[in-house]
């Protein structure tokens, strides 16, 4: 029993079916000095649910990643995009009846974003 509810034969909060993350990466010289690279991922999560109950929950969803630069033996230079098909997703929703119509409040998960690192090593 959770809450008053009983749990018996249901799965724990949070847990998905599976988790799975599948990446590959190209590296090709671009001159003698300065090597470029492209990665791409596919992050998988399975289906959960947000309480003991599992009343609500999270469908399986994927996330694909993507990244390219180059890199000189200090400096390197990427672009990248996270979220590149803007996924929807909840990752977290805590009970909370009558404030919201499913009785949970949630945050979304990130939405696409992108950027530039520039940097240095030493």
């Not at 998988?44 to 033996?73: C, H, M, P, W």
């Not at 995009?81 to 909370?96: C, G, K, Q, W």
């Amino acid at each position: 029993m959770a809450n008053g509810a009983a749990v018996a034969g249901k799965a724990l909060p949070y847990t998905p079916d599976y988790t799975a993350l599948l990446g590959g990466q190209w590296t090709p010289a671009i001159t003698a000095a300065i090597g470029g690279f492209a990665r791409a991922e596919l992050v998988l999560t399975g289906a959960f649910s947000y309480d003991e109950g599992n009343t609500e929950g999270q469908d399986a969803y994927s996330i694909v990643n993507i990244r390219a630069g180059a890199r000189a033996k200090r400096l390197f230079a990427e672009v990248w995009l996270r979220n590149a098909f803007d996924t929807r997703y909840v990752p977290i929703a805590i009970p909370y009846p009558g404030f919201a119509p499913s009785g949970f409040i949630g945050e979304n998960g990130r939405p696409r974003t992108f950027g530039i690192t520039l940097g240095t090593s030493f």
